[in-house]
């Protein structure tokens, strides 16, 4: 297995809280969690197209946008309620709370993306072993809930 594959999920993982706590900081002085969404996502903007410009990655490319499904627009969607959930989410459920309950609607998700192979990922077969991993996912929510 690569490993430096796992190291940037791992630290991929680690931003999503890093990024949710900094939002919800953000909204305190904005009053707005969509506005917080808005400007995270327009910060992002500006670095993405800053690091296609500095890679040399032509834009020309972006023309085959155009022959894209339609699903294709709704990953910019999902983003978009994913930072505004988590800035709603985060002041009232706790930082530890809230990345349990997405990590756990992660969860609930990819079992059948898997199995299925939704979207075209690569089909990886439902096993007891992966749904006792998504029942332990659940019961950590659930310690982590009552305490």
Same mark, same amino acid.
């Given at each position: ?35 917080? *969404? !808005? =400007?995270?996502? @327009? %910060?992002? $903007? ?12 032509? /834009? ?19 983003? *978009? !309620? =994913?930072?505004? @959930? %988590?800035? $709603? ?12 309950? /997405? ?27 992966? $749904? ?16």
């Amino acid at each position: 297995m690569p490993w430096i594959y796992i190291l940037i999920a791992l630290i991929a993982g680690t931003m999503m809280p890093t990024q949710g706590a900094i939002n919800t900081k953000l909204t305190t002085f904005v009053h707005s969690p969509v506005l917080t *969404a !808005f =400007f995270s996502f @327009a %910060v992002g $903007l500006v670095a993405l197209f800053i690091y296609i410009l500095a890679s040399g990655t032509p /834009l020309s490319q972006l023309s085959g946008v155009k022959n894209a499904p339609p699903i294709s627009w709704v990953g910019g969607l999902c983003g *978009a !309620f =994913f930072v505004t @959930a %988590v800035v $709603l989410c985060l002041p009232r459920l706790g930082l530890v709370l809230t990345f349990s309950i /997405l990590i756990l609607g992660q969860m609930l998700i990819t079992i059948p993306f898997d199995h299925f192979g939704i979207l075209g990922v690569p089909i990886r077969q439902v096993n007891l072993p992966r $749904l006792f991993g998504v029942i332990l996912v659940i019961l950590g929510v659930l310690l982590i809930r009552r305490f």
